[in-house]
Structure formats: C-alpha cells, structure tokens
C-alpha cells in the first residue's frame, strides 16, 4: 500500500496560479505511475495529468495541458501539480492517486487503488 497526503488547495481568482502537493510514503512498486484526478460536485472524477514514478512519462488532460504542470521529487517522495491561469471549471476536489500497474492504464481511474484524501480547489470568476 501506498499512503497518499495531498496539500496546497485553495480559493484563488481567474487566471491566478496554485500549487498542489502529494506526499507520499509506502511501498514503491506500488506507485509505478501516478495521477492527479478531480471531481466537480455532481460529476465524475476525471483524470487530470499523471506521470511515470520514473519521471520518463508525461502526459495531460486536454483541458488542463499548457496550463498545468505535473511533476516529482524523489529525495522528498513527492508529487506536485503546478495550476496557472485557473478558471472556474477547474474548480473540483483534486486527488492523487497512485498504482503498480503499467503506463497504458495512466488515464484509468479504476486502475488505481491508492488515493489521498483529496483538496478543495476553488475558483471564482
């Protein structure tokens, strides 16, 4: 298992920036790939951008891509999600997740069985 802690969340204007944390501890080949997802209230969570724990894989929502930024620190066993130029739909819960299964199941939500407990990100017009 892997033990996820998400920070960073908040209430932020249009166009401002946030930056989310995942802190994560536990076993490491449960974390080959790794995912940031949110979810609106009365929707499904969708992924948002996720990465290889080896940091050799990237990719993104097309909702989010040129605006968002994922990445990872090793030393510290963390993950980041870098928001800039926020609008109110991107307003959600946000999670990380994480998973032993390989890169093809990236943008799969099932394929994940470790998840943090997720953050309120809110965006006003």
């Known amino acids: 298992q892997v033990q996820l802690v998400e920070s960073g969340g908040g209430l932020v204007q249009a166009g401002g920036s946030l930056r989310l944390s995942c802190a994560a501890s536990?076993?490491?080949?449960?974390?080959?790939?790794m995912g940031w997802f949110r979810q609106a209230p009365g929707k499904e969570r969708v992924f948002v951008a996720g990465?290889?724990?080896?940091?050799?894989?990237?990719t993104y929502s097309d909702s989010v891509r040129g605006r968002f930024t994922i990445s990872r620190d090793t030393a510290k066993n963390s993950m980041y999600l870098q928001m800039n130029s926020l609008k109110p739909e991107d307003t959600a819960v946000y999670y990380c997740?994480?998973?032993?299964?390989?890169?093809?199941?990236?943008?799969?939500?099932?394929?994940?069985?470790?998840w943090g407990q997720g953050t309120q990100v809110t965006v006003s017009s």
């Open positions: 990465m290889s724990w080896s940091g050799s894989s990237i």
């Open positions: 536990g076993r490491t080949f449960s974390r080959n790939i």
């Open positions: 997740a994480a998973s032993g299964y390989s890169w093809n199941r990236i943008r799969d939500k099932n394929a994940y069985n470790n």
